[in-house]
Each structure stands twice: as structure tokens, then as C-alpha cells.
């Protein structure tokens, strides 16, 4: 294996690792793989920023023999204490003996907390600068974005932020810049990875993204901890990152069901049918079809969501409840909604997902509708009703 560092600039390489074949991230599938990115700074100090996941230690190493040898690296900085970038850090801390070692101030708690060891690490806070002799870096704390640990470093000579994994995606690819891979994938997994990761944490974004404004930096080049570098029209995934976070509505309703003899499947094609007499978009998400990345990604533009599921032993059914617990737990906003699905005997399941929908803030519009065994004519008129509703609700608020 070759291994090579890639250059990023005239003194900054990447040397991380590619995951080809990791497709489920604590939950969030990841269809193209991943990447662990580190970057070394060939400055007077030479600096090692991030590392990556404990499994990937000997491609990172190699990455770096290709340029120097790494018992030369002066100074190591952790930008987030994840495994995923720290899992080999405090191993090569032992391993290279860099004559510093440096974290956020809670990056040194949270590393502490992990590996349990005792080799000094320095605490670094926003606005701290570090001499690299021949160049200079700043930091800057982004506290729950998306970890209490998380931190910018900011080359200011190369202006080059390196984000952790900010402005990230899981893609694993032959390619480092985002402007040699297509657009529609860019797009996707950059929009996808926001959903699954950074859509708690929405107000802090733009927070954040006034903070870097006003800090004045100069930036032409972002440099993430997953996926390609962006060195091209930053100002694009700025905007995208503002659009997300702030979750202007759309008139996209999702409709997101599981089904046990097809009633609520029925249901919920009948709500389809409504939404589109009404003029509003569908995305009709059978948990069947569909994985729960994916309908967060659909519901990162959407006004509206719709959940249905059957009755089952006086619940939900589990694909139902899983999905529902994955998207609370994110807390999407803005958003519309109503439960439905059919029962046979005792029928809880759409209280229960009325009272989720209820939970996670959604302005429920409709009382659930719920059918017995399966939808007569009456029953699916009623459907396509709070199809119509929503899709006109939706039109009032765009
Ligand atoms: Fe890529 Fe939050 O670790």
C-alpha cells in the first residue's frame, strides 16, 4: 500500500484515512463510506491536526512517512475528542512524544475521560493563538457543534480553517476536493450529513456562522474531519449550512408509514392523493423502503409530517418506533402534522404517535384519523381531507 499525503495548500497535506465500507454511523447509514481526515502542517513546528479512528492508525502513519518522519511532529491538536478522529490520539501522543499536545478545555476533559491518560494536554480557548514559528494558528470553541469539545483551528498564513466536522460528509473517495465529485452527490451526502448530525444543534449553526463573520476571518479553503476539502465557492455550502439550519418549510409534505395488511398503506396513499389535489409535494416513506437517514434527509426541507402505523399489541409498530425515536430525538422543526393508520380491536397506535408528533412540537392540524381492519370509502375520504388540509396549510405559510 502506498499510502501518500495529498497536498492541500503550500504547507498543509491531508493524511487521514478512507472507511470504504462503514455503512452505519451510531445509527445514521452511510451508503458511500466515510473518510477520517488529519492534516499535517509542514510549518517550522510541525503539526499534526485530528488523527483518526484506532483502526486506520497505520494508514494515517504511512500518509505521514511519505512526507517526514513522524517521531518528527512537534505539535499534536485534537479539534474534537470523537473517536472517529481521536481514537489513535492519545496512542501516538505515547508513540511520537510531540513536544506539545493541545485540546479545547473540554477536549482535555473529554480525551481524559476517554483513554484515561495523564500525558499533559494544553487547553486551548476561543481566540488563543499558537506560534508555529513560520506561521500561526488561532482557535476557536464551537461548544455542542456538535459535542461540548468541538473546535476550529484557523491557519491564518494559508487561510485555512480546519472544521472537525463541520461542513463535513460521510464519502469515501478517490477524489480530496469537493470541486472534483459531482454536485448531486455533494449536495445529498453534505445535506444528509447535516440531518443526521448537526440538526439539534440548528441555532447554534447560525449562531456560530455570525461568530465566524464577525470574527473576520478570511477563509478560502475548509478543511473537514469527514469527507472532500472545499477550496471553491465557499460561499455556497455557507448558504446551504444557513438554509438547513434555519428550516424554512417548503410545501414537501413527508408521509412516513409502516404497514401490517396494507390499510395503512392505503391511508396513506389517500393522504398522498390530497396533498397533491392541494398543490403540495408528497414523499410517501414506507419504513419498509426507507431507512431513517433518509427520511430526516427528506424532512430537512419539508412542512409537514404525517406518521402512520397499525395497532400491534397495543403499540407501534417497531420500525414506527424507531424512526419516530430517531427524529425526536434530531428535532426537526417548523413542521405540520397528524397520525394515522388502522386497528383492529383496541387501536392505541395512533394516540400514540399523536402524542410523539405532540412531543416533538409538531402543530398538529387534525385530530388522528384511525380506520378498523381496513379503509372503506368514508374512511379513505377522510385521508385524502387531511391531505387537502395540509397541502393548503402549507400554501398560507410559504
Ligand atoms: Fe466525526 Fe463527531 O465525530
Redesign the pocket.
Known sequence: MINKAIKVSEHVYWVGAIDWTIRDFHGYTTKRGSS?NAYLILADKITLIDTVKAPFKDELLSRISSLIDPRDIDFMISN?S????SGCFAELVKELKPEKAYASTMGVKTLANHFNFTDEIIALKTADELSLGNMKLSFMETRML??PD?MFTYLEDENLLFS??AF?MHLASSERFVDEIDENIINYEAATYYAN?LLPYSQLVLNLIEQVKNAGLDIWIIAP??GPIWRKDLGRILELYQQWANQKPTSKAVVLYDTMWHSTERMARAIEEGLIGGGAKAEVMSMRAHHRSEVVYELLDAGALIAGSPTLNNNILPSMADVMTYLKGLKPKNLLGAAFGSYGWSGESTAYLNDILAEMKIELVSDPIKTKYVPDPDSLTLCYNLGLKIAEKLKEEL
Open positions: 477520517y474534537h470523537e473517536m472517529d478522529h456538535h459535542w468541538s472537525q466536522d463535513g448530525i474531519d469527514h
